[in-house]
Each structure stands twice: as structure tokens, then as C-alpha cells.
């Protein structure tokens, strides 16, 4: 019986994230058998060594070719797979499934779900350095979400949905930034702890706000609509998985798409773009939405929805979770650094925000 696909990352390979182990390799090689193509190469192009994934090009005489090894739960990756091909259905520039000797869009091997699609070439980033780039990525993003819409996942499938759990993560952050309180107080003696102290406070009443007005937001409301309604948000989308190439903008890495207000995508993209940038451009948030609204036009009230994400502490929340599970070495090491960088930008993020809410015409965040 063959070996099932697992993380590899603790049984002390000198370099797991380039590397898959050898039960791994046997896997991928059964499954290209199982497709009508001749293999003459192939080239690990990355590895999830703490999840058991991995993403392979193929060289085939069908043309290049991608192998992923989905390291999710096979009924959350049908999810996945069902949504994909449904993009491609919709003239999403996505890449195509290819379909398995049998006709299937996926393939079993190891307990994981496994697919083969196109290799789109030629692929590069868009620009960080100027708000076209942005506008770019942006655009691009509002056309996958417009046509994710009507996408009803099958009855094998685990549906994958954040669109009604907002509020349970908006408290679940207050939550856990009072948990990096308490970190602080019962390890008073490590340095970097009085920061912690100094800053916390602040960014749980940021939180439980952001909740509150969440609750009175239009959410609600609009959830109402139902999932398919709204259709999925990518969930991990950036300067990586939004490229150039034939075309238009493609999208990659599917395989974490779930039902959600499009929206979320959106500000996790401009959050972002303005942390690295150090400040909270309000030109760039604006041109970024109007991009957006340009290729997927979303009424007043999503904006509204957008503006109560955007007032979350959703930079310091990011940056500290980590603390959790390493209390003592990450306020020793990492934890001044970390907060340095975000008073840096959050002195800039609220005056920013209040305009931005001015110039879209909505509620003030």
C-alpha cells in the first residue's frame, strides 16, 4: 500500500521547502500516468513542506504543464477544484484543468487531492513601484470576483464560507489581542513585554470598536444575498498571484478560495501595499478601489463594509499573533521591531482613512 501524503517540514530533511520526500515523488509519478501525456521533465518549483503541498512544472509534448499536489483535506480541495474549472467556464483567466485519462478533474493518490492544468507562460509581476501596477493587480482582482458569481459548489465538496463568520472573526481578534495582554503581564521581565503594555490597550479598543460598528454596518444586510450571490474571494491574493501575461491579469493558486464579501480580497490587498509602503497613501487607496470598482461596480453600501475591515488592527494583530506560541522568544527577539514598524504606519492610517471615507461618500471609518 502506498504511503499517504503528509508534512514533512520536523522529519529532519536538511532543506524541506525544496525537497518533497520519496513517498511524494512515487505519488506524483502514479498520477501523471494517469493523464494522456508524455513526460520528458519536471522541476519542483515549490514546496509547502509544513502542509505537505507542492507545485511541479512538467515538460509534456501537450506543452508545459503544472502538477500541485493540493495540501488540503480532499473534500475542502473539490471545493476548490469545482470552483476553478468554473472560472475557466467563465473566461476567468485562470488556469485550465486538465482532465485526467478517465475524464476527472483531479486525481487521488496519498489521501490528497492532486491536479494537472496549463502552465501559463509568459507570467511576470506587475509593478510595486507606481500606482499602475496597483491599479493592475486591482482590476484584475474585481474581474475574478464579477465572474465567480452563480458559483454553487457540488454535493461531494465541503463548502468553503467566510461570508456570515465576520463578526466571529472581528471578535475573535478582540479576544486574542486581551490574550497578548496577558502575555505581557505574566512575562514583565522579558524585554520588549513594557511595549507591548505601552500599545495594547489601544488596539483592543480599536478591535471591539471595529465590532461594534460592524454590527451596525450594512453586513448584515448584505449577507443576506446569499454566497452565491457574492461568489469567492481568493483569500491569499497579492503581487504573487495576480500576474501579467497573455491577455491580461492571470490568478493563480486557487485552491483557498472560499464564498465571502468580494471585498476582503480588496483590503487585504491595499492593507498590504500600504504597510510595505510604510504610510497610508489616500491617492493610491482611492485609484486601488476605483480600479477595482471599475471591473466589479460594488455599491455604497459594500464600500461601507470595506471602510468598518479597514479600521480593525489588522496590521498589529498580523504582526503579533505569532507571540502566541513563542511568548518569550518573540517578545525577546521580534516583538520591539514589529511594533516600531506599525506605530509607523498606523500614524498615518486613521487621517487616511477619514479622507478616503469623504472622497468614496460613506460613513466615517
Known sequence: MAMPVGPWADRGYPNPDQMVPPEVQAAAERVMARYDMNVAGMTLITAKSDKGGAIWKLETDRGPRSLKLLHRAPERSRFAVAAQDYLVRRKARVPALVTSKKGRLYSQAGGKLWIVTDWIEPLQPVSKVDLAGAQELCYGLGEFHRRSRGFIAPCRARRASRLYKWEQAYRKMAVKIGWFRNLGEVYQDVPGSQALLDVVDKFAAQAWEAYQRLQASPYRKLIQRGE???????????????????????????????????????????????EDAGRWDVEWMRGMIDAYREANPVRRQVLEVLLVDFSLPNEFYKNVKEMVFRPVEFMGMELEPVLAQVATSEASKWQALQELAQVLGVSKA
Do not use: C, E, F
Not at 232 to 253: F, K, M
Open 228 to 274: 452565491s450571490a457574492w461568489g469567492l474571494a481568493h483569500q491569499d491574493y497579492g503581487w504573487s498571484n495576480g500576474q501579467r501575461g497573455p491577455g491580461g491579469l492571470w490568478i493563480i493558486d486557487l485552491d483557498g478560495v472560499a464564498y465571502d464579501l468580494p471585498i476582503r480580497d480588496l483590503r487585504k490587498l491595499i492593507s498590504s501595499t500600504m
